[in-house]
């Protein structure tokens, strides 16, 4: 239960741009001035990037959703011979990506872990994308997708993202992070990677210079404590690493599997990005990743400390599958609309942030 | 230029977003220190999709000689209503087209049957249709209220409001009855002990000037009759209509934070109307559950059916737990209610 207008002595901090430790966190997310907590996160956002918010011409590659973990969220996963079951072929993949209408300069690759592909697959994958479409940056593979990989090659984390890297890879994405409490990660989904592990693998790909991405799944068994544990994790590595480029809160979508019918309300998508952005404070970028917010409430997220709205999202698979009920792709058009409706001013970016246009 | 009428132009172009919804969240504390949320449980009910009115904004109405053309069967809508009943439901909102082959003999005898069988509130016939009546049958607005009224009628609905300026109604609706038209349906059924609503529907051609013009008849009006319940803005929704073609290419469609602005503005300058509400059909859950902070009050209708929005291709489908659930979720606490805004349930 939220508490009706608490005066929150945490603003003194915020306001003198002091430190937030986990009680402020959690004072935050147990607050209901929504405004204060807002006009805060606003500010923050604007310190760093004035009015500018970002945006990308992406597509979505989700090559099989064939996999060995079922995390109970996840509507999209599939075993060998299920009914829906996929797997593309490299050549499938490139005929996809030659056939498509409208430009892309990010190529978003996640996947469900195949139990036959060799590693090889994925390297010759991103080596003939980068072939055919040298502009193009790919962010690939989850940490989950990587501590896989590095079962298959035997060349340890390192060498395996190494190998990654020479390849093609440009970045890691931010999935599979979940939630880090290891309680609520075991009721979720129990196979997948530890918390530990997702951070370890971050940290070494920030060092081999592979810029990556966060993310947290929120609005489901966890509480406010187990969010503001798993921001604290993130700002920890940050500090020590500088690799990461954005942090993206994902709402979570309700799927049956899971012990909850419950899903957060608008008000809860707002504030989770809200303290985010007040707490990463090492953070470039939070993002409000319209796919599972919807667009209204990633446009209004631009007024409580969101500076990216990600991209056109072409082929999206995974959040759809688990009901997601945004559009199938939005037009730059029309995330262009919805900057400039906030008054802030679009800018296109490329997958490492640099400007394009 | 008039203070109040200086200062709302500012508020929906200058006050920052926060600032605005901030005012707005504080009047409505005022009016409903309680944190409840109320919804109601009903049925709208489209009698007819026959409309002479045709307007640009619209994806719903079809000619008479349409294949598509309908007017609803009695026994089905009965049925209907006694479907709603079972659902818990208090209202039936009944709203169709203006179709030429309808009198107000066919509308008092429907009114009666249903109260024959039924208890239930029948909030039906907005301005146009009650208009359009009046002109076919030679009477007066009045006159036309008074027979609705003695056949069963209990409130009426604030459709067809649109924006109340005869400068956009000539762009998007000029066959519709005018502002004056409009406001002297719901003066005379506030005269006569009704209860009705107000809307107004923007996003298309209006300026930040129209909106607040609105906004002012309604609250001079309010001020006279004290009849209105609740004010309801909502926004085109531009598919499957002429406009929406139109809009999308020039200016585009009104978003999210367009809806908030209007929506917190509507809460600070009617003051004297007590309920705001939040519009999920045309909004989605989410964005209404933040309108809950932006200055609305009351969630709607639980809306078991809806075909004039679901035309224009948006469809949110959702039951009254999912309402109550959306509700709780934001921290207020649920409650069905009445036409009249009686809290009949708390959840």
Redesign the interface.
């Known amino acids: ?2 508490e ?1 207008h608490v005066s929150l002595r945490v603003f003194d901090k915020i306001y003198a741009a002091e430190r937030l430790d986990s009680d402020d966190a959690l004072e935050l997310f147990h607050s ?1 001035d ?2 204060g907590i ?2 805060a996160a ?1 500010s923050a956002a604007e310190t760093r990037h004035d009015k500018k918010v970002y945006y990308t011409r992406n597509r979505h590659i989700n090559p099989t959703n064939l996999c060995v973990n079922r995390c109970k969220f996840c509507a999209f996963s599939r075993s060998v011979g299920q009914d829906g079951a996929y797997a593309m072929t490299i050549d499938e993949i490139l005929h996809t990506l030659a056939a498509s209408a409208s430009p892309f300069n990010e190529l978003h690759i996640v996947g469900g872990l195949h139990p036959d592909w060799p590693f090889s697959y994925y390297l010759e994958l991103i080596s003939k994308i980068k072939l055919h479409h040298p502009h193009v940056q790919i962010k690939a593979f989850t940490a989950v997708e990587i501590d896989h990989f590095t079962k298959l090659s035997g060349l340890g984390l390192q060498g395996t993202l190494s190998k990654l890297k020479a390849h093609g890879l440009d970045m890691l994405p931010g999935g599979g992070a979940e939630i880090f409490n290891e309680g609520v990660r075991a009721r979720l989904c129990p196979e997948k990677i530890h918390a530990s592990r997702w951070l370890e693998i971050h940290e070494a790909a920030h060092n081999l210079g592979i810029k990556s991405n966060a993310t947290m799944l929120y609005g489901h068994i966890e509480t406010y404590e187990d969010r503001v544990e798993h921001l604290m994790a993130l700002r920890q590595l940050q500090d020590s690493t500088g690799g990461f480029q954005a942090f993206i809160p994902l709402s979570y979508q309700p799927v049956d599997a899971v012990e909850t ?10 504030k989770t990005i809200a303290i985010s952005r007040l707490v990463l404070d090492n953070f470039p970028h939070i993002k409000a990743y319209w796919i599972m ?5 990633c ?2 997220a631009l ?1 409580f400390g969101a500076t990216d709205i990600d991209g056109t999202v072409i082929e999206e698979k995974i959040a759809h599958s688990a009901g997601a ?1 945004s559009a199938p792709a939005l037009t730059t058009a029309e995330m262009i ?2 900057i400039t ?2 008054h802030k001013e679009a800018v296109q970016r490329n997958a490492t942030y640099e400007e394009v246009q | 230029m008039d203070g109040k009428l200086k200062q709302a132009a500012r508020h929906l172009t200058e006050t920052p ?3 605005l ?2 005012m707005a ?1 504080d009047c409505r504390v005022v009016l409903h220190p309680e ?1 409840i949320v109320t919804f109601i449980v009903d049925r709208n009910i489209n009698y007819t999709n026959v409309c002479v009115n045709k307007c640009s904004f619209c994806a719903f109405y079809k000619d008479e000689g349409s294949p598509e053309a309908y007017i609803i069967d009695e026994g089905v809508l009965m049925e209907k209503i006694s479907e709603t009943i079972a659902l818990g439901g208090t209202q039936i909102l009944i709203q169709g087209g203006l179709n030429p082959s309808l009198n107000i003999a066919y509308y008092s005898a429907l009114l009666q049957k249903i109260k024959k069988m039924f208890t239930i509130n029948i909030h039906g016939f907005s301005p146009p249709e009650i208009a359009y009546m009046a002109s076919k049958a030679g009477l007066s607005i009045r006159e036309t209220v008074i027979t609705l009224k003695d056949a069963g009628l209990d409130s009426i609905p604030g459709g067809g409001a649109e924006i109340l300026s005869d400068r956009v109604r000539q762009l998007i609706s000029p066959r519709k009855i005018n502002t004056a038209t409009w406001l002297e349906v719901m003066k005379e059924a506030h005269l006569l002990g009704m209860r009705t609503t107000a809307t107004m529907m923007f996003g298309t051609v209006e300026t930040p000037q129209d909106i607040i013009a609105h906004l002012e008849a309604i609250w001079r009006l309010q001020g006279q009759t004290g009849g209105f319940t609740a004010f309801i803005p909502w926004t085109f929704q531009p598919g499957g209509s002429v406009l929406g073609r139109e809009i999308i290419d020039s200016t ?2 009104a ?6 602005r209007v929506l917190a503005l509507s809460r600070i300058y009617l003051d004297n109307i007590k309920n705001i509400q939040a519009s999920w059909v045309t ?8 309108a ?2 932006f200055g609305a009050n009351d969630f709607g209708s639980t809306m078991i059916e809806e075909n004039v929005v679901k035309a224009a291709g948006v469809a949110f489908m959702v039951s009254k737990n999912d309402i109550i ?2 509700i709780k ?3 207020f606490r649920p409650a069905q209610r009445d036409t009249y805004y009686n809290v009949l349930n708390y959840f």
């Open positions: 239960m939220l009706w209901d929504l405004f807002g006009r606003s019918t419950r899903y957060p309300s608008g008000i809860d998508d707002l917010l919807g667009q209204k409430i446009q209004i007024f009920s609309h919805l409706r906030a | 977003l926060l600032e919804g901030q969240d944190h585009g469609h978003t999210a934070v367009d809806y908030l909004q989605g859950i989410k964005t209404a559950q933040v809950l902070r659930g959306a979720s934001t921290g």
